[in-house]
C-alpha cells in the first residue's frame, strides 16, 4: 500500500535551528512580562496592605483616646452624681450655705478668718 502522505516543505529540515532562537526570544519575553505582572502586582498589595495597616493604627489611637474620653466621662458623672445626692441632703445644703455666705444658725457666732498666702520667694 502506497502511503497518501506527503510532506509539505520536503527542503526545510526538521530540526529548525533558526526557529530556536525564536522561541527564546519568545520565552524570554514572556518571562519578563510575567516578572513585570508579578513585580506590579506585589508592589499594588504592598500599597495597600501599608495603607490599611496605617488606618488602623490612626483609629487605634483615635478609639483609645476616645476610651480614655469616655473613661473620664464616666467619672465626672458619677461624681456629679455624688454631688446632686448632697445637694437634696438638707443638713449638707445648709451647711454648704453657711460656709459660702457667711450665714449662721440662730444663736451661732460666725468667725471670718484672713486667708493665708504663702509667698514662694
Known sequence: MASNVS?????????????AGAALR??????????AA???????G???????????????TAVASAQADLAKAKAEKQN?????????????LGKLVRERYLMSKPG???F?????QTDAK
Not at 26 to 35: D, I, P, Q, S, T
Not at 112 to 116: I, M, N, R
Request: positive net charge.
Open 7 to 19: 510532506q509539505l516543505h520536503p527542503r526545510q529540515s526538521t530540526t529548525r535551528p533558526h526557529k
Open 26 to 35: 519568545v520565552h524570554k519575553r514572556r518571562l519578563m512580562m510575567f516578572g
Open 38 to 44: 508579578l513585580v506590579i502586582v506585589t508592589g499594588v
Open 46 to 60: 504592598s500599597y495597600q496592605l501599608l495603607t490599611t495597616n496605617n488606618a488602623i493604627k490612626t483609629q487605634s
Open 80 to 92: 456629679l452624681r455624688v454631688k446632686i445626692d448632697q445637694l437634696n441632703n438638707e443638713q449638707y
Open 108 to 110: 451661732e457666732v460666725v
Open 112 to 116: 471670718s478668718l484672713p486667708s493665708v
